[in-house]
């Protein structure tokens, strides 16, 4: 047995064993450690004793002699740099998703270290989480960087952009190049885009990056490392924390080095975790994998009986009322495709080939527990979510309570008829008789001329 009191012999822990023992503490050092991590706030920490290791350590590496690894550093200076549960919270993150895992915190801040660390002339996108967008043109601010579709030739754009790529000798990374943004599944229909398709237009610009927020799919649902990312980035605000009461965010790279300047980045952004946030962190990643698979399992359930009414000649016969499109037009959901037919809304958000793709390997964990469907009136989507019991109308996802969201009220750019659905832990009976009584209701209303 090593000295951390892992058997190594063991083979490697899946997932939901990871969560739970990646940051094990070292038994060999404290043979009675505190199952749960403790709480630990302090932003400053007593500095090393000049005579010990540590305090030559530190000044060896202020002269720029020798190296801290940041991911271990045996002892803290301040909070800005390292903090205890901030670096098992890391560690948990970094062997879930096979990489190296760095916190941030919010989503947005991840989006925009993400963005500066490739320091990109040209950036790819197209529709997906809005903020995302803004986070962008934020960046763009100031700088010469042109913003084309994601569907756009990226030969095209890199020749015409005429800004030519600073290649620092020492960064981690090429700078100045293409960054490519790929949001799968995407928001807010939980469709998912074809990210090995995204990845080989990618690879053939030089000094091209690809970013995928992978927040709609936490592991174990995606891994985009699979399909050959540079880099996956989360909300953490979502699946990871899991429970509607922490901002976070989270990028992951697979080199130490690329790891190294981020973390150094982050130090002088400030966009730091907060120690408190790292604790509930660490509690909700132990249980991401049960959390999210039952959420996928019901949320692809409910997506198909919401599909199954506008598409079924049988339906049940509670469901009689609003079928055959009387209510709700269509669903989006990762299950849902490939889909044959085109869709006049998606398709002026989706790519060209969505119709053909099938995410299922892209996804082999399961289907994403946030999704969409489209009611057939702008009135029907402002009101449902203000008719049922157990969804909250709210925005966000990810959290253990159910949410519908009318979308337009976060994003106007989104069509005034779609409702968002993050689900929670709740049984899938209670939600389909929710959504079901929420749907009668508006009906009802409706005829008594009470649904304005
Ligand atoms: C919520 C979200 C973000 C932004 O994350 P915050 O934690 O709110 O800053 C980015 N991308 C997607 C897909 C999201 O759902």
């Not at 963005?115 to 043109?137: C, D, E, L, N, W």
């Not at 080989?200 to 936490?218: L, Y």
């Amino acid at each position: 047995m090593p000295s951390n009191g892992v058997n190594t012999e063991l083979p490697k822990p899946g997932l939901a064993t990871a969560a739970l023992h990646a940051d094990h503490p070292d038994a060999a050092v404290d043979g009675n450690y505190a199952v749960a991590p403790s709480i630990s706030l302090s932003t400053t920490f007593r500095s090393p004793h000049p005579s010990s290791a540590h305090a030559k350590q530190l000044e060896e590496a202020v002269r720029g002699e020798a190296e801290f690894d940041m991911q271990d550093p045996g002892f803290h200076i301040y909070s800005r740099y390292s903090q205890s549960t901030n670096i098992r919270a890391e560690k948990v993150l970094s062997q879930i998703m096979k990489a190296h895992a760095l916190t941030y915190s919010s989503g947005l801040s991840a989006a925009h270290a993400a963005v500066t660390h490739y320091a990109p002339t040209v950036i790819a996108i197209k529709r997906g989480y809005h903020g995302v967008h803004v986070s962008i043109q934020l960046y763009a601010r100031g700088r010469n960087v042109k913003i084309i579709d994601l569907d756009d030739d990226y030969q095209a754009a890199m020749a015409s952009s005429n800004i030519s790529a600073e290649d620092s000798k020492d960064a981690a990374v090429q700078r100045g190049g293409l960054l490519v943004w790929v949001e799968t599944p995407l928001n807010p229909t939980g469709e998912a885009r074809d990210l090995a398709k995204y990845v080989t237009k990618a690879r053939a610009v030089a000094g091209a990056h690809v970013v995928v927020d992978s927040t709609f799919a936490p592991p174990p649902l995606q891994d985009p490392f699979a399909q050959g990312v540079d880099m996956v980035m989360h909300s953490g605000t979502k699946y990871f924390g899991g429970h509607s009461d922490l901002l976070c965010g989270v990028l992951a790279v697979k080199d130490k080095k690329e790891w190294d300047s981020l973390w150094s980045d982050r130090t002088y952004f400030g966009a730091n975790l907060g120690s408190m946030e790292a604790y509930l962190l660490l509690r909700s990643l132990r249980t991401l994998t049960v959390r999210v698979q039952k959420q996928s399992q019901t949320a692809t359930k409910l997506a198909a009986w919401l599909h199954s009414l506008a598409t079924s000649t049988q339906v049940a016969p509670e469901d009689e009322a609003f079928a055959g499109a009387k209510l709700v037009a269509r669903t989006y959901h990762s299950s849902l495709q490939p889909r044959s037919d085109p869709d006049d809304v998606v398709t002026k958000g989706a790519s060209p080939e969505d119709p053909t793709f099938d995410p299922s390997s892209q996804m082999p964990g399961g289907h994403t527990p946030t999704f969409a469907f489209r009611t057939t009136k702008p009135i029907y989507a402002t009101w449902i979510p203000h008719l049922t019991t157990y969804f909250t109308p709210a925005t966000s996802l990810g959290g253990v309570e159910s949410l519908l969201e009318h979308r337009v009220k976060s994003d106007p750019t989104e069509d005034p008829r779609i409702i968002r659905v993050s689900v929670g832990l709740e049984e899938f009976e209670d939600l389909q008789a929710d959504l079901r009584s929420a749907f009668a209701e508006a009906l009802q209303r409706e005829s008594q001329g009470q649904l304005e």
